[in-house]
């Protein structure tokens, strides 16, 4: 799946079709993140900055303005049902970022 591909599936994404992997649920207990946070920033497209490819062929990591200091990183998968499967979560320091692209 190309990455521009990935932008209109999130565009016609219904909240059914987000489900979350066991490995999300263990690392949101050590982040200030869970399940609302991330279906609430899946549909709302006008804060994705970013779609870079993932590990694998389905695999995509998305960056999420959460404020001027927060990104929110999503990796998800999607797989040939058409749903979607969010893999982990995080929110990742902006100056941080800003740094590492210097």
């Known amino acids: 799946m190309e990455l ?3 932008e209109k599936f999130l565009e016609k994404l219904n909240q059914n079709e987000i489900a979350f ?4 649920y263990k690392r949101i207990k050590e982040r200030p993140i869970d399940e ?7 549909s709302q497209l006008n804060k994705l900055e970013k779609i870079e490819k993932g590990k694998g062929e389905d695999r995509f990591k998305l960056w999420f303005k959460m404020s ?8 998800i998968e999607i797989d040939i049902s058409k749903s979607l499967k969010v893999i ?15």
């Open 21 to 24: 992997d066991p490995h999300f």
């Open 4 to 6: 521009k591909e990935v």
């Open 88 to 102: 982990s979560a995080w929110n990742s320091d902006r100056k941080w970022q800003d740094k590492l692209k210097q």
């Open 68 to 75: 001027r200091k927060y990104s929110l990183v999503l990796i």
């Open 36 to 42: 609302s946070i991330v279906r609430s920033f899946l």
